[in-house]
Structures are given as C-alpha cells and as structure tokens.
C-alpha cells in the first residue's frame, strides 16, 4: 500500500441563497479523492469534515462547495459528540467496536448501536 502525502488546499464554502455567506479554509487534501477540514471556534468547538472531491467544484484557488448544489458532509460537531460521551460510563465505550465509536461521533449519539 503506497502512502499518500497530504497537502494544504484552500477549500471556499459558499452559503445557499436563503443564507449567502462565503467562508475560505485551509484544508487538507488526505488522499487523490478525499479533503479533511478541522474548523475550530473560538470557544474550543468546532468539527473535523471530510469532502469527496468528486462532489466539489475545482478552481484554481482551491475547492468550492457550494451548499445548494452539494451534499452535506461527512462531519462530526465536538460539542455535540462531548455531550453524548458523557452520557456514556466506560463500559459502553469499552463494549463499542470501532465502528460503532465512530457512528457515535458522526451522528452527535444519535445513532448508538
């Protein structure tokens, strides 16, 4: 398996036309198809996304997604995952598998099997 260096991208967010903003990012490009954002806020929230390429518009400033013609992200809301593992004793997390654990993230709990 070869390794994929990752490299520094702009990656543009453009608003819908109900609610137009336009927001610039320094992302990484983590594999030929694949862009991973970790967008913090000033409080410590924030939320780690990742993009398929395929689903973004390439410019030669970087990547664009414009949220009326692309599909949401996959993306996960710390403040939301910090709220479901407190919820949570050691036992459960320990009994999760991989899989499970990371469901748990991407959905804010929403989902635990």
């Not at 000033?42 to 997604?65: E, P, Q, S, V």
Request: charged share 25%.
């Amino acid at each position: 398996m070869s390794q994929y260096k990752a490299k520094k991208v702009h990656l543009v967010r453009h608003g819908s036309a109900d609610f137009p903003y336009k927001e610039t990012h320094d992302a990484y490009l983590i594999a030929a198809d694949t862009i991973a954002l970790c967008d913090f806020d000033a409080w410590g929230g924030g939320r780690f996304a990742f993009y398929d390429t395929g689903g973004l518009t390439r410019k030669n400033d970087g990547y664009h997604l414009y949220d009326d013609a692309h599909p949401a992200s996959f993306a996960f809301e710390f403040a939301k995952a910090t709220a479901t593992l407190k919820k949570l004793d050691g036992r459960e997390i320990a009994d999760m598998s991989v899989a499970q654990f990371m469901r748990m993230f991407f959905t804010g709990g929403e989902n635990r099997v």
